[in-house]
């Protein structure tokens, strides 16, 4: 079963609008990190943002904020404001802590597409 | 330290050949991760080191590939003869020892196999 999906492969929102990228995960850990990740089209993957499990209060950075439902398993991206240089590719990623090794895992990502 | 370097950016190689990346993470950083990436895919999980000690190995990682860190500072991934499939963007991250904080990635090595 996928451990991270991402179900939107593209998405377009016009500069200044919000604009939400969806992400469900699946674990039986009851402690994990979830993490929104850039990566533009020079290839290089940029932290944005980042939620634990534990954490009572939905993260926020700057315009990005993290729509945090444990019930549900989602953690949505939400950027406010859009950029044209948000334009990119957009991967949520998980890293369940309970295995002792604590790798990442990342979904199929999003492509964002800001259009002026 | 401005951040995760890898070398080299773009490597093209054929068939049967092997190749060998590095990859120097941030200086105070004990994790080290390896991923590769293939067009249109989100990075996939290779390996990953705390300190010199290779923890964990994914089952993506076959018998051709073999990562080290010998000195817990930088590491490389050697492919031995190397096959197409392998063409892919690899990718190297390092954190600090804490589950809440984030890996930093490098620029990645393109590699192709032709």
């Known amino acids: 079963a996928q451990k991270i999906t991402q179900t939107q492969p593209g998405m377009f929102v016009q500069e200044k609008e919000a604009v939400t990228l969806d992400c469900t995960y699946d674990?039986?850990?009851?402690?994990?990190?979830l993490f929104w990740y850039k990566q533009p089209s020079s290839g290089e993957m940029i932290f944005l943002i980042y939620q634990g499990s534990y954490d009572q209060q939905n993260a926020t950075e700057g315009r990005y904020s993290l729509n945090f439902q444990k019930a549900r398993k989602s953690a949505n991206l939400v950027i406010s404001a859009s950029q044209l240089g948000d334009s990119a590719m957009y991967f949520c990623?998980?890293?369940?802590?309970?295995?002792?090794?604590?790798?990442?895992?990342f979904g199929t990502g999003t492509k964002l597409q800001v259009i002026p | 330290d401005t951040g995760v370097s890898q070398d080299p950016r773009h490597k093209i190689t054929k068939r049967g050949q092997n190749v060998t990346f590095r990859c120097d993470p941030i200086s105070e950083h004990n994790r080290l991760y390896w991923y590769r990436q293939t067009l249109g895919q989100g990075p996939e999980f290779l390996t990953y080191f705390q300190n010199e000690a290779q923890l964990e190995k994914s089952r993506l990682l076959s018998d051709r590939f073999s990562a080290e860190r010998p000195k817990g500072s930088f590491s490389t991934l050697e492919i031995q003869r190397t096959e197409q499939g392998d063409s892919a963007m690899y990718l190297c991250a390092s954190s600090l020892n804490s589950y809440n904080t984030e890996a930093f990635f490098g620029q990645g090595t393109r590699l192709t196999v032709v």
């Open positions: 990623a998980m890293r369940e802590l309970g295995g002792g090794y604590q790798k990442v895992t």
């Open positions: 674990t039986s850990d009851p402690s994990y990190g």
